[in-house]
């Protein structure tokens, strides 16, 4: 869950950013006490804690430290997990060796204790969750100077606390049932209570349940008491507190019932060990479905951090070894067989292939790679095989920072969750203010059991968690979703906001266009092949490095066509460019270059074709026309679906771009946009941006959108784009495309409709059911609420909210032009 405001941007170098892993939060409560104690430490400027993935991120400067905050979580009863990891570390060869290794090592987020082994060259390092990873400790140690490697790590605490949960519940559940079943048994069938009371009598029979229930607290059950009652001292009570009151009151009631009868008036003197008992047990048992549903929330984590492989086979000289992923350096040559994952990012150094990179980016085809061409790691190789040369490893491969984004936008603090955080504060203390006022008014009114089952009803049934956890786990449901469909959400609060967004603009080139110029037309005059034309004239641009060349050079390849030999190049700026080929004189450009050549037919041709946003070149051979080539940027194949997709969502589409209006209007025209800024200078697309009003998403590439991206209510950059454009977004489209921004803003609305639904019900269950629970339907002839009943409810609720939260990954991962939010 989230709680608290959203974090404040760094506006200083020196503000610094922790992430912690506290452990034994339970609920929204515990969340709160978190906050509150972290931003009560002097230098911090802000602090988040998640409740579904179990962290805390706290930006703080001078004179806080992270030693000082892990001090602080640890005395607010929420002490930071810790783990011990090994390092082997080559290159040591005396005392000051280790002394300085063991000084990098303690100088890295989380380190708590580092002790370097000159004997064995190894280094043994405790960390805190949520610090520095095994490869960023291995890597500061190569930095100094240390060739540097892990030999393993800890296993993540999650498998193990759910394997102690399940285990307790079972446990418990044993225990409990003998007990169950002699109480509810009787009422439900009373010869059974009858021929109990009569082969054991009812002494015996208490005593038994006693021990038996005695045991469930002592044993499954000492989590509660461990955690709540602790946090019930320090005047800090949360979930565990409400449960280990509930449940010690039922137990103690029952215990002097059995132990102690003259203490209760007769009619008192009965007990209530099966409601102890099943209440531990149900409870347990939600925490067991709810650790369960949690790991299915973060699956889309799991999915990207299984996309990177163990180890790689790199090129040494000893020839192709294979070798842990982590101890792989920038520079590595690296074999990858066919149907391998690529192991680290770089370039293709030999060999040619196809590689799936769908599982990145959402492209469903493999893209063809040679020599020269960018590798990700985590991607598919097919069936050639490769040599690449890593260019980033480690924390800085796309992967690394891909799985970052999605951790810190499932971290994240919407703004929704403000109201939830002012409730749940004060939450646990006003039950247990109810409690009491509900035991007080059935002991004026009633009889002392009346007063303990209401009472205990009363605490079992509140439950902060279904609250703290109705926003955050949609929030990790949603956007892993959005990562498996290559959108990736930068910033939490663009979740929010991209719910709320009523019109898209887009820059063109690169966005809604492909980026560079394609021959998109070739018209022969009477007498010539076409064929025949686009040799020649790609003869001539083999020699110009013009943008548009490009386009016909790569036309010509594309048709398989053997490039003439050209002398006597030249080139004339604006115009176009000639060349000898084959013994004739050929020119090629616009009108300008070909000034007194009869151009016929082909001027009006070029015309049309200039309506239509393309830049039209005539090609003359020996002073005679001989045709008429046409290039432009073309539209993205999908680029026109997603405006449609955005129609039907409500949301207008515009056009900022700095091409001429000519060919804007031309894109425009093509895919069905309307309004249309062209012309507009890199500095002025923010004043447009601002002209459309508020609400406005932008979607651009290139380094020039940078500005406009992060005016926007919410920028959104196309993944294939420059690393500033991604960096300044708040969305970024893995894919190059557009298409991506429907499907963005799909993820967003459906999250939040999720969130108002987890939240509804979170507050609703509380509201209707804690009246309920203290007895006020009683008067009316309405039944009071078992504790036992209650428990069941208690531990329902948060799982009914994960569950409703994981619907969420049904998203569909290809949206149609009738797609609804």
Same mark, same amino acid.
């Given at each position: ?232 001292? $320090? ?16 137990? *103690?009631? /029952? ?30 048992? &939600? ?10 929330? &973060? ?11 163990? @180890? ?14 982590? %101890? ?8 990858? $067989? ?5 192991? =680290?990012?770089?370039?293709?150094? *030999? ?6 990179? /769908? ?17 990700? &790691? ?5 069936? !050639? ?27 994240? #603090? ?9 409730? @749940? ?65 930068? $910033? ?15 820059? #063109? ?61 030249? *080139? ?24 007194? =050549? ?86 002025? #697309? ?10 406005? *998403? ?77 007895? =006020? ?14 428990? !069941?409810?208690?531990?329902? %609720? ?10 969420? $990954? ?7 032009? #009738? %797609?609804?939010?």
């Amino acid at each position: 869950m989230n709680a608290g405001a959203p974090l404040p941007q760094a506006t200083s170098p020196a503000l610094l950013t922790a992430r912690f892993s506290p452990e034994g939060m339970t609920c929204a409560s515990c969340v709160a006490r978190v906050e509150r104690a972290l931003r009560a430490v002097p230098g911090v400027a802000g602090a988040r804690v998640n409740l579904a993935d179990e962290t805390a991120e706290v930006r703080f400067a001078a004179p806080a430290t992270r030693a000082a905050l892990a001090d602080v979580l640890a005395g607010a009863g929420y002490p930071v997990r810790e783990t011990t990891v090994m390092l082997a570390v080559e290159g040591m060869t005396c005392a000051a060796c280790t002394g300085r290794v063991e000084r990098v090592l303690a100088a890295q987020p989380g380190v708590t204790r580092a002790a370097a082994n000159l004997a064995t060259r190894r280094a043994e390092v405790t960390v805190q969750q949520g610090g520095a990873s095994v490869a960023e400790l291995a890597a500061a140690v190569t930095r100094a100077g240390y060739a540097a490697a892990p030999l393993g790590a800890a296993p993540d605490h999650r498998a193990e606390d759910l394997a102690a949960l399940t285990r307790d519940a079972w446990l418990a559940a044993g225990l409990t049932l003998p007990v169950f079943l002699a109480e509810m048994g009787g009422h439900l069938y009373p010869p059974f209570h009858h021929w109990l009371l009569g082969l054991l009598g009812q002494g015996p029979l208490w005593v038994a349940q006693f021990l038996l229930i005695s045991a469930v607290l002592a044993l499954p059950g000492r989590r509660f008491f461990a955690k709540g009652l602790p946090a019930l001292w $320090r005047l800090a009570p949360d979930m565990n507190s409400l449960v280990a009151l509930g449940t010690l009151a039922a137990w *103690a009631y /029952s215990t002097i019932a059995t132990f102690a009868p003259a203490l209760l008036p007769p009619e008192a003197r009965v007990v209530y060990f099966e409601a102890a008992g099943v209440i531990v047990a149900l409870i347990l048992l &939600g925490r067991v479905l709810e650790a369960r549903a949690r790991g299915r929330a &973060g699956a889309a984590i799991a999915g990207l951090i299984r996309l990177q492989p163990r @180890t790689a086979r790199v090129e040494g000289p000893d020839g192709i070894t294979e070798q842990p992923i982590d %101890s792989l350096t920038i520079g590595a040559r690296i074999h990858i $067989r066919p149907g391998e994952r690529v192991a =680290v990012d770089g370039l293709v150094l *030999a060999g040619e292939s196809a590689v799936d990179e /769908s599982l990145l980016t959402g492209e469903s085809l493999p893209v063809a790679k040679a020599p020269g061409d960018a590798l990700t &790691g985590g991607t598919v190789n097919g069936t !050639g095989a490769l040599v690449m040369q890593a260019t980033r490893v480690g924390a800085d491969t796309a992967l690394a920072r891909i799985i970052r984004m999605v951790e810190q936008a499932q971290g994240a #603090k919407l703004p929704v969750q403000a109201l939830v955080d002012r409730i @749940t504060l004060w939450f646990v203390p006003v039950v247990l203010v109810v409690a009491l006022l509900t035991v007080a008014v059935w002991l004026v009114f009633g009889t002392m059991a009346q007063a303990l089952v209401a009472g205990v009803a009363v605490l079992i049934i509140a439950c902060p968690c279904a609250m703290g956890l109705a926003t955050p786990v949609s929030i990790m449901v949603g956007t892993g979703r959005a990562a498996e469909l290559g959108v990736l959400f930068r $910033r939490g609060d663009a979740l929010q906001m991209l719910a709320g967004v009523r019109q898209v603009a887009f820059d #063109k080139t690169g966005t809604l266009t492909e980026g560079r110029p394609v021959l998109t037309d070739l018209l022969a005059a009477p007498g010539w092949e076409r064929a025949e034309l686009l040799r020649l004239a790609a003869g001539v641009e083999a020699g110009s490095e013009h943008p548009l060349a490009g386009a016909i050079l790569r036309a010509a390849s594309e048709h398989g066509l053997a490039l003439p030999g050209a002398a006597g190049f030249a *080139a004339r700026p604006g115009q176009g460019a000639s060349a000898m080929i084959e013994g004739r004189r050929l020119t090629i450009g616009n009108a300008a270059m070909l000034a007194g =050549v009869d151009l016929g037919d082909l001027a009006a041709e070029a015309d049309r074709l200039h309506g239509l946003g393309r830049s039209a070149l005539f090609l003359a051979v020996d002073g005679q026309a001989a045709g008429l080539l046409a290039v432009a940027d073309r539209a993205k194949p999908t680029a026109r679906a997603a405006i449609t997709a955005l129609a039907a969502m409500g949301l207008p589409a515009a056009m900022i771009t700095g091409d001429a209006p000519g060919v804007a209007r031309a894109i425009g025209a093509e895919l069905g946009i309307t309004r249309i800024s062209a012309g507009v200078l890199p500095g002025a #697309k923010v004043d447009a941006i601002r002209a459309l009003g508020p609400g406005t *998403a932008f979607v651009g590439d290139g380094i020039n959108d940078a500005p406009a991206l992060a005016a926007a209510d919410v920028g959104i950059a196309i993944g294939t784009g420059t690393d500033v454009a991604i960096e300044s977004a708040d969305v970024v489209l893995m894919a190059g495309d557009p298409a991506g921004v429907a499907t963005a803003i799909t993820v967003s609305r459906r999250t939040m409709a999720n969130i108002r639904q987890n939240l509804l019900w979170a507050f609703g269950y509380n509201a209707a059911l804690i009246p309920v629970a203290a007895g =006020v339907l009683v008067p009316f002839g309405g039944p009071q609420l078992s504790p036992m009943l209650a428990a !069941g409810a208690m531990a329902l %609720s948060s799982v009914f909210v994960l569950t409703n939260a994981l619907r969420l $990954r049904r998203i569909p991962a290809h949206l149609t032009e #009738k %797609s609804q939010p």
